[in-house]
């Protein structure tokens, strides 16, 4: 970026500035430096200041002529961007964010596993944030009490969900978290005062999560809507910050019925490969109980996990893609229990300071089937979401920092899932046992759009399928579908039901997303004939940084 930022990009330079203030948590997690000591307010004063922030960038960016191209497609995605959070601003959405991820209840908690803790300096400002979560989950009370005031409230499951989570960070049934976070200062840093300020503020943390499950159980819970489903209103507002898109929802869940029945189809073909004669159960069945094909033991599974990204970084480092060198490292990390299920991605700090890191939830297990395994790797690593958002941090002389600093889960999620299947192409799942893995992902992401624009829309189950023909999905027949056709273990999907019911629109972002990568990829093949190059397609397209999947498709038909 030159010294002298043009408009658009002094503007976003500012965005980021002034948002890290009003929301330290999301500024951690996007790693910008400055405010982990701070948490965000999420009380309604707290949430009126985030969207008047958001009415000024954008009225300033009306002001803000582009100079060249790089300002047309920063300005075109930051005025989607803050156009979406405005719509859930004036849904009054922060009133009733209470669901098992993507809430503050869950984001005041996991923000301390992104904080450095080597030196004194660093348990200090453990010190300060963790004496800030009493008040932090008070205010993210008030804003839900102001949503029973006005009658906006979450659905019961969510409350009783989320009153298990932070149950469980109280240490009920678990090792509480905070106590369990300040062991681990060691005592040549943290000793006299310091020990007894992180001592007293993971006492007081700990209650005030404990209070938190209470006051769900009890005060929240009992009022709450027993429907889960919010139509396709909701829903519409909801898509515009996932997809960063406006969709048909129906013509998308047929869609997603008929990329169901191609993946089965071709889980039955691959099954064939590991045991002639077999069902995809029977295959499955190989897969997980087979010792030659399981790791015992977490740490040896981590490390197992460390191992693979590693060596996908190396072997695909300068033959399918160019991986800077501060992007060359991910580390492979074990997630605190009472988290949501799946393994996920948290992207670097904008100095590379922080590294970008894979969270792997164990849900207790010791012993871990690797035939599903690594294709997930590639999803959450490389050249799945480190690749992708750790290359956009890398971006400083090209990409705006507002670009460089907000993900969009179609575009992101849609990469991920994409880089799955690209891994299948460039020959890296010849394995058939690592192929089923990653044919079982795509099946779940199909089923995921079935069930989760199905259950929230209470759309009619086709005849065609056989799957409880021509009734309306409920929660109960999405669990009953998943058990069946998602080919994940039943315990996993009953908290990704949990999931889809709490967080409309963010389940499709996969499938939809890898969607429109394909259909883009595609169309540049088709425009260029033999002379396309996958390479440097992938290239351009990745140094877009994120889009919504509106702007996606008409940048990506450009190149």
């Given amino acids: 970026m030159p010294d002298q930022p043009t408009p658009v990009y002094a503007l976003a330079d500012r965005y980021v500035e002034e948002s890290a203030a009003l929301d330290p948590i999301g500024a951690t997690a996007n790693g910008i430096a400055g405010h982990d000591s701070e948490l965000t307010d999420y009380s309604p004063e707290g949430i009126g200041r985030r969207a008047r922030h958001t009415r000024d960038i954008l009225a300033a960016l009306d002001g803000a002529a582009s100079t060249n191209e790089r300002d047309r497609v920063a300005s075109a995605f930051i005025g989607e961007r803050l156009r979406a959070q405005m719509a859930q601003f004036d849904a009054d959405e922060g009133l009733r964010a209470l669901r098992i991820i993507g809430s503050p209840l869950g984001s005041i908690r996991s923000c301390f596993d992104l904080m450095p803790r080597v030196t004194a300096e660093d348990w200090e400002t453990i010190a300060d944030r963790m004496e800030g979560v009493p008040a932090a989950l008070g205010g993210f009370r008030a804003a839900l009490d102001a949503g029973r005031t006005k009658g906006l409230l979450a659905a019961r499951r969510q409350a009783l969900e989320c009153a298990k989570?932070?149950?469980?960070?109280?240490?009920?049934?678990?090792?509480?978290?905070?106590?369990?976070?300040?062991?681990?200062?060691?005592?040549?840093?943290a000793s006299g005062a310091l020990r007894g300020r992180l001592d007293a503020?993971?006492?007081?943390?700990?209650?005030?999560?404990?209070?938190?499950?209470?006051?769900?159980?009890?005060?929240?819970?009992?009022?709450?809507?027993?429907?889960?489903?919010?139509?396709?209103?909701?829903?519409?507002?909801?898509?515009?910050?996932?997809?960063?898109?406006?969709?048909?929802?129906?013509?998308?869940?047929?869609?997603?019925?008929?990329?169901?029945?191609?993946?089965?189809?071709?889980m039955r073909a691959t099954a064939q490969r590991i045991r002639p004669g077999v069902t995809v159960e029977q295959a499955k069945q190989l897969l997980?109980?087979?010792?030659?094909?399981?790791?015992?033991?977490?740490?040896?599974?981590?490390?197992?996990?460390?191992?693979?990204?590693?060596?996908?970084?190396?072997?695909?480092?300068?033959?399918?893609?160019?991986?800077?060198?501060?992007?060359?490292?991910?580390?492979?990390?074990?997630?605190?229990?009472?988290?949501?299920?799946?393994?996920?991605?948290?992207?670097?700090?904008?100095?590379?300071?922080?590294?970008g890191r894979t969270w792997y939830p164990t849900l207790g297990k010791t012993r871990f089937p690797l035939w599903g395994e690594v294709s997930i790797a590639y999803h959450e690593g490389v050249p799945g979401h480190h690749l992708q958002v750790a290359q956009v941090r890398y971006l400083a002389e090209t990409l705006s920092r507002f670009q460089r600093t907000v993900f969009v889960s179609a575009h992101g999620e849609g990469?991920?899932?994409?880089?799955?299947?690209?891994?299948?192409?460039?020959?890296?799942l010849e394995n058939p046992d690592y192929r089923l893995g990653m044919l079982r992902a795509q099946a779940m992401r199909a089923v995921r759009v079935i069930v989760d624009i199905g259950m929230h829309l209470q759309l009619e189950i086709p005849a065609a399928d056989g799957f409880h023909p021509g009734e309306r999905w409920t929660p109960e027949l999405g669990q009953a579908f998943v058990d069946e056709r998602s080919h994940f273990p039943k315990d996993f999907?009953?908290?990704?039901?949990?999931?889809?019911?709490?967080?409309?629109?963010?389940?499709?972002?996969?499938?939809?997303?890898e969607r429109v990568w394909l259909e883009a990829r595609d169309a540049a093949r088709a425009r260029a004939g033999n002379a396309f190059d996958l390479k440097a397609f992938h290239a351009k397209a990745l140094d877009l940084g994120p889009l919504g999947l509106d702007q996606m498709r008409a940048e990506l038909g450009r190149l």
Wanted: charged share 25%; with cysteine; aromatic share 12%.
């Fill in 288 to 355: 997980e109980t087979d010792p030659a094909r399981s790791i015992e033991g977490v740490e040896a599974f981590r490390a197992w996990m460390q191992e693979l990204q590693d060596r996908t970084i190396a072997e695909l480092n300068g033959k399918h893609f160019d991986i800077p060198a501060p992007v060359q490292r991910v580390e492979a990390m074990i997630a605190p229990p009472g988290g949501a299920a799946a393994m996920y991605y948290t992207g670097p700090s904008e100095d590379f300071s922080r590294p």
């Fill in 493 to 513: 999907m009953a908290s990704e039901i949990v999931r889809y019911l709490g967080y409309p629109s963010q389940a499709i972002c996969y499938k939809v997303g």
């Fill in 201 to 266: 503020a993971a006492t007081a943390a700990t209650n005030a999560y404990a209070a938190f499950a209470t006051y769900l159980r009890e005060e929240y819970a009992p009022g709450a809507p027993l429907q889960d489903a919010v139509g396709p209103d909701r829903y519409r507002v909801m898509a515009l910050s996932t997809l960063g898109a406006t969709i048909d929802l129906y013509e998308t869940y047929a869609w997603a019925w008929e990329d169901l029945h191609r993946i089965e189809a071709d």
């Fill in 415 to 428: 990469w991920a899932l994409y880089a799955e299947r690209l891994m299948d192409e460039l020959g890296y």
């Fill in 165 to 189: 989570q932070a149950a469980t960070w109280s240490g009920d049934g678990a090792e509480p978290f905070f106590p369990k976070l300040v062991e681990g200062a060691k005592a040549e840093v």
